[in-house]
């Protein structure tokens, strides 16, 4: 199968930074907040990552939990917050949470996430795309958790999301990437940046996301469930980098056949 096109803000031999609603970052790995074992260890793990965006679930945002508040440990002036809404069932759910996030603390670019059931976490697209656009009305730059049907991204990018995020696999599973064609068909099609959001194991699993074209991954589980958080931050940072490296060189093609890589000509009589 024939490489997508490299999408038109890019070029062979080089690249951009990941841009999010006209937001420039540097890194193409973001990470959650939850799940670790203590804010220490979250600390040194997104630290290890060099990530600029955190996920954080809005309850988080502005709440003292029963160790410590976020803000104690991730500097918002370091750490890009991305509020989501972790939790919600229903569009209506998750819009007033969302508002909630930007009435708290003024942030405007937020992840929207609408599940259908507490088992599988698997996105209600009808509730999410309902969700959607009412935020996207209301002056939101929705980044949108979605199932990885590539109709149905398109459609988003249509409402006016500023960011696709399929999934990989069911959230927190670790089966790492499922249905590679389908994300390759969102990246070949999409105007705005696919970041694979849900289901990454391990940082293999974040490199082939990026050698398929997708312009960013999003994880939590995969690092905060490590035996060594930290080494595994530092792990999906450089396979994320390498993945990207490699979609942007254009892999060699596959052949059905073998193909000698020393020339024919000249062999000693």
């Known amino acids: 199968m024939a490489l997508p096109a490299l999408k038109h803000t890019e070029a062979p031999g080089a690249d951009?930074?990941?841009?999010?609603?006209?937001?420039?970052?540097?890194?193409?790995?973001?990470?959650?907040?939850?799940?670790?074992?203590?804010s220490a260890v979250a600390k040194a793990a997104i630290e290890a990552a060099?990530?600029?965006?955190v996920t954080v679930a809005v309850r988080r945002l502005e709440l003292a939990s029963k160790t410590e508040m976020l803000s104690g440990y991730l500097d918002p002036a370091q750490y890009l917050y991305l509020?989501?809404?972790?939790?919600?069932?229903?569009?209506?759910?998750?819009?007033?949470?969302?508002?909630?996030?930007?009435?708290?603390g003024g942030y405007n670019l937020v992840k929207l996430e609408v599940v259908g059931d507490k088992e599988t976490l698997y996105p209600d697209m009808l509730e999410t795309l309902k969700a959607a656009e009412e935020l996207v009305d209301d002056g939101f730059e929705v980044m949108?958790?979605?199932?990885?049907?590539?109709?149905?991204?398109?459609?988003l990018e249509e409402i006016g999301c500023?960011?696709?995020?399929?999934?990989?696999?069911?959230?927190?599973?670790?089966?790492?990437?499922?249905?590679?064609?389908h994300l390759r068909m969102i990246a070949e099609q999409a105007t705005i940046p696919v970041l694979v959001d849900a289901?990454?194991?391990?940082?293999?699993?974040?490199?082939?996301?990026?050698?398929?074209?997708?312009d960013g991954v999003l994880l939590n589980t995969a690092v905060a469930e490590a035996k060594d958080p930290v080494r595994m931050?530092?792990?999906?940072?450089?396979?994320v980098e390498a993945g990207r490296e490699?979609?942007?060189?254009?892999?060699?093609?596959?052949?059905?056949?073998?193909?000698a890589s020393s020339p024919e000509s000249g062999y000693i009589e």
């Open 16 to 38: 951009l930074p990941l841009t999010i609603a006209g937001r420039s970052f540097r890194s193409r790995l973001l990470l959650g907040t939850g799940k670790y074992a203590s």
């Open 50 to 53: 060099n990530v600029e965006v």
């Open 83 to 104: 509020p989501n809404s972790s939790g919600c069932y229903t569009a209506k759910e998750a819009v007033r949470t969302l508002r909630l996030a930007r009435e708290a």
């Open 144 to 155: 949108a958790y979605c199932t990885d049907d590539p109709n149905l991204a398109v459609r």
């Open 162 to 181: 500023v960011a696709i995020m399929p999934l990989a696999a069911p959230i927190g599973s670790g089966l790492g990437i499922l249905n590679p064609l």
């Open 199 to 214: 289901g990454i194991g391990t940082p293999s699993d974040a490199a082939i996301a990026m050698e398929l074209g997708c």
């Open 233 to 239: 931050a530092r792990a999906f940072k450089l396979a």
């Open 246 to 259: 490699a979609y942007l060189a254009g892999r060699m093609p596959k052949r059905r056949y073998a193909s």
